[in-house]
């Protein structure tokens, strides 16, 4: 079954846009990341009187600013235009909007419990994000 968001012509275009810019936009990674492992890749604001990424010094990676950020329509939205819902059980999922919303089931979830909350979903005609391959 073919699922797809209830939205209008603007929220079509901001997210095809918002899709595309995602595509293109390079990956903020930690000052000195490559250095030391302990530090991981996720994003820290560079902080330090003589630090060049800092400065914005062109030979160093681009730092967020304000200008990569998402059309406000659209933010938040997962890659398909539903608004991403976790869901622990079939209650929880009864809630929810199908025209508008689509089912994530928690990593907590066992599998036999996923496996009803997702033909309960195909029932009610939610999308699910992370389906169980069977």
């Known amino acids: 079954m073919s699922y797809k968001p209830a939205l209008s012509k603007e929220q079509k275009r901001l997210l ?8 293109r936009r390079v990956e903020f990674h930690r000052q000195e990341w490559f250095r030391y492992k302990k530090l991981g890749d996720s994003w820290r604001r560079p902080r330090g009187k003589h630090s060049k ?6 030979y160093r990676p681009p730092v967020v600013k304000p200008g990569y950020r998402t059309p406000k329509i659209v933010r938040g939205l997962h890659p398909s235009g539903f608004k991403e819902v976790l869901v622990h059980n079939v209650a929880e999922l009864k809630k929810l909007n199908p025209d508008l919303e ?10 036999k419990k996923r496996i009803e909350i997702e033909s309960e979903a195909e029932n009610l005609g939610i999308h699910v994000f992370n389906k169980v391959v069977r």
């Open 16 to 23: 095809k846009k918002k899709n595309e810019d995602n595509r």
């Open 102 to 111: 689509g089912a994530r089931v928690a990593s907590a979830v066992g599998y």
């Open 53 to 58: 990424m800092a400065n914005h010094v062109g």
